[in-house]
């Protein structure tokens, strides 16, 4: 088991270097010169020609590159062309909102969507199982901004439960902090809650057909040990993959959800960079996005490996 | 026979009937009875299809509960009525009471649980004892099954073990609570003959040793004339006739005994090998290597080396070997589906290894698969499967058609099934449409991996005849291969026994089954099942050599 996480951890390496040299050129690739970006259109060939200079665009792409990379290993991915703050200061800042958002509405996801799952499943073709199956056919065609919209109508307008919008961080309280993150999470969980869900039922459904069910009933288990003991843990390789594809597409689709939930995140990061091409923000966000998944990649690796024996190569 | 007079009846079926839910036209098996008696084996032997493993899983209260319901009759358990009891109590009487070893020891075990922790859940389920008690009662059953390094197997996972030492894992899982009937469904069906020998003696050593009562289904008449002491014949759900192995082997009574025991294949052989007639194959130092050997390490398996063999016109040649021998790798080397590492494959007196187009040669050589149910593909008719290739070699479709229809009509089909769809068929049926596929190309070679391994015994009887009959009419040679002995003996002229990718024995069939010469091929013999039965003329085979 150690070599495999080991072998797994050393082969995230690479990927991580072809990541960032790809984002680098990226950039060089695109069209324009960054100089005349920064320096605008009003500038003269001198000021430009010191631009370069101090940027170092003159010298090999090799060499920028390089330096490029020492500069993220130190944590300085430079400034931005629209604020002139630090990037690593922005990105930074806007990191923890998303974070917080992601991890509430994927833990929600899951307490939810696994319990279902299994009744789904356990209920095969009953009405419980049928009530689910339609659920989740609602949850995953309604759109976020919708259910989003629809709540906080209700929970925040109407019942007055919740502020309406917004986010604090942890520092200003556990309260203030947790109340803002309860309607997005829950807005942002629904198609997730339906996806897993129904993955978590195809999957034990198929696993209570397979010898080794029959095999446990026949040495006298109870339903329940049939199902926590055998079932769950030989279904669980396809559903954390569907987990993990879920934490990778939630990150990718903060930006509604931020923007509906006017929260100070990522997304809106990404967003506003776009609209201003500040180009050096947008290369840390990629950048922070690309390492993002394959970390998730990586842990999904690494449960494969813990949950199938077979698995541990 | 372990039984006395006075026995105990531990299991007494009577008259059982299990029905569909909801219920269909009639019931799938129909007022069964028998007794078992403690230290005795009974043998439930059927086709599929017959009820015996339903009748089984009756017992074990294990019928898929939304699809199969007892609907009369009793089964008693030492005097209780399992079809009476609550669930609870049918729980705490399975592994107790009633055990069961199943078909597939390959998916019987948890394969992300090890076989030891497997074990253990039924001590924990059924006992008070401590971790340390049950962990040292499932290495002593683990070490009463004959398993070597015991304390490893304990933490191993199903994957790190093999077929045999599965089974007798889930041996160990069964009989650890010494339970007075053991139920086993096929138990040696999916293992070699040399690992089924072994399996049939542990289950007989270990029921003398606690005088358990076997119930013990299987289709396998070499199988049963080795343990039974009493058999009860199953055919579409009824019982057809009960009596003791002797009896129904030597003196059936009912036609379709007769007939189910008269197509087991013994392993007398009764074919001459053909000369004077030209070679449609040689096979010369073919070697194959799978895998790419690294830098530093060497990964490569050498799965058939030095191998040469002939198959003249119109012969039958076998390669016989157990599972991993490089039987099915020779087979696919010989029809290119996988290119040799070295060596020549002669066919028709031209060497096919170095050629890259294959079309002419594809034509000359056909497969036929051992799954008749997942060779034929599902959304084509059976006519345009067996067209297919014809008009590819250029046949137009109105001849293609003609040609086809002869050609089902050669292996006892109507020319109008055309029309129909594989799923309409038996697997008998269907494995029929695969050789009329293949034999519709008019190859001057077929090859036959497993054809008939799938196939119940009377069906399998029938297409080995088929076979025969196509050979004796198209002149075809046949490449046949098969892990079984008795099926060899009864079709093939010559014999290659195959042993770990090597031939250790080549010849006359009549030679090398009569007189072995290598240690494999008699350590094969010796582990078939029934070597000394004659099933076709109900006498032991002695007889047979004396006539």
Known sequence: ?313 | MTTTPDSQVVLSVEDVTVDTRPKGKKPIVRNISFDVKEGETVCIVGESGSGKSVTSMAVMGLLPKDALQVTGGRIMLDGEDILKVTPARMRELRAASVAMVFQEPMTALNPVKTVGDQIDEVLRLHTKDSPAERKKKVLSMLDRVHLPDIERVYKSFPHELSGGQRQRIVIAMALILRPRLLLADEPTTALDVTTQKQILYLIKELQEQEKTAVVFVTHDFGVVSEIADRIVVMNRGDLVETGTRDEILTAPKKDYTRMLVSSVPSLIPRREPIAAQPKVLDVISLQKRYGKKGLLSDNTVLAAQDINFTVHKGEITGIIGESGSGKSTVARCVMRLTDPTEGSVVVNGRDIVPMNNLRDVRKQVQYIFQDPYRSLNPRRTIGQSLMEGLINYGMDEAEAKKRVGETLELVNMPASVMNRYPHQFSGGQRQRVAIARAVVMEPDLLIADEAVSALDVTVQAQVLKLLEDIRDNTGVSILFITHDLRVAAQICNTVVVMQKGKIVEHGAARDILANPQHAYTRALIDAAPAPDWDFQNFRPAAAAVAV
């Open chain 1, 1 to 313: 088991m150690l070599s495999f996480v080991v072998k797994r951890v050393l082969s995230a390496v690479p990927v991580l270097f072809m990541v960032a040299v790809i984002v680098f050129m990226v950039l060089r690739l695109s069209p324009g010169d960054p100089a005349v970006m920064i320096a605008g259109p009003n500038a003269t060939s001198e000021q430009l020609a010191d631009l370069r200079e101090s940027m170092g665009l003159n010298r090999p792409l090799l060499e920028q590159l390089l330096i490029w990379l020492g500069d993220i290993g130190r944590g300085d991915f430079g400034t931005s062309l629209v604020s002139g703050k630090p990037v690593t200061e922005l990105v930074m800042d806007r990191l923890w909102p998303t974070l917080a958002l992601s991890t509430s509405t994927i833990i929600l996801a899951v307490a939810v969507a696994l319990p279902l799952g299994v009744i789904a499943a356990w209920q095969q073709g009953k009405w419980l199982d049928r009530l689910v199956m339609a659920g989740s056919v609602v949850g995953f065609s309604v759109p976020v901004f919708i259910i989003g919209y629809v709540m906080i109508l209700i929970f925040a307008r109407k019942l007055g439960w919740f502020p309406v919008q917004g986010y604090k961080p942890l520092s200003a309280g556990f309260g203030e902090f947790a109340s803002r993150l309860v309607l997005p999470s829950i807005a942002l969980s629904f198609p997730y809650i339906a996806l897993i869900a129904r993955i978590v039922r195809t999957n034990v459904i198929e696993v209570m057909g397979e010898d080794y069910i029959r095999t446990a009933r026949a040495k006298g288990q109870t339903e329940r040990g049939v199902m926590t003991e055998h079932a769950l843990r030989n279904a669980a390789v396809p559903i954390v993959t569907i987990i993990g594809v879920s934490i990778a597409m939630l990150i990718s689709g903060v930006v509604v959800t931020e923007s509906v939930f006017n929260i100070p995140g990522l997304g809106r990061l990404v967003l506003e960079a776009v609209l201003a091409r500040d180009y050096t923000v947008i290369q840390a966000v990629i950048l922070l996005f690309s390492t993002i998944y394959v970390f998730i990649n990586l842990s999904v690796d690494l449960l494969y490996g813990l949950f199938d024996p077979r698995i541990r190569y």
